[in-house]
């Protein structure tokens, strides 16, 4: 999840680093994949302290950013999240791919940016 809004910011930024990053890296589709390829170098065994501190740092950053760009982050927060728990099920669960990632449910909707940044009504 974290590489996909990671991707979404950079192209935001500069368009096409994507398909130039894929292309010098022909051998791995994603950075997760890249990891992906080296399972036993890496252990998932998280420090507390120093996870709180990085979660942390990155939101101070994010919200820096979008309020230097005069951004509502709450607006855009709510209407992220609200289009995010409109993936779940009816039973109000996570559907699954195979691959891991979570499926849009029957009820998703698109998130209304446009509407958080007060540029449109609707």
């Known amino acids: 999840m974290i590489e996909e ?10 368009p096409g680093c994507k398909d130039m990053y894929l292309a010098s890296h022909e051998d ?9 390829l080296y399972p ?10 120093e996870s709180a501190d990085a979660v942390a ?10 309020i230097r760009s005069g951004f509502d982050m709450q607006s855009l927060s709510r209407e992220v999240f609200s289009s995010n728990m409109s ?4 039973d109000g669960k996570p559907i699954y791919h195979p691959n891991g990632k979570i499926a849009k ?18």
Request: hydrophobic letters at 45%; a negative charge.
């Open 87 to 90: 993936k779940l099920g009816a």
């Open 5 to 14: 809004e990671f991707w979404e910011l950079a192209e935001s930024l500069f």
């Open 40 to 49: 036993e170098a890496y252990e998932y065994d998280p420090d507390l302290i």
């Open 57 to 66: 740092d990155l939101d101070v950053v994010i919200n820096g950013f979008g």
């Open 28 to 36: 791995h589709e994603t950075l997760s994949g890249e990891l992906a």
């Open 105 to 122: 449910g029957p009820d998703f909707k698109q998130p209304n940016i446009a509407k958080a940044l007060g540029l449109t009504d609707a």
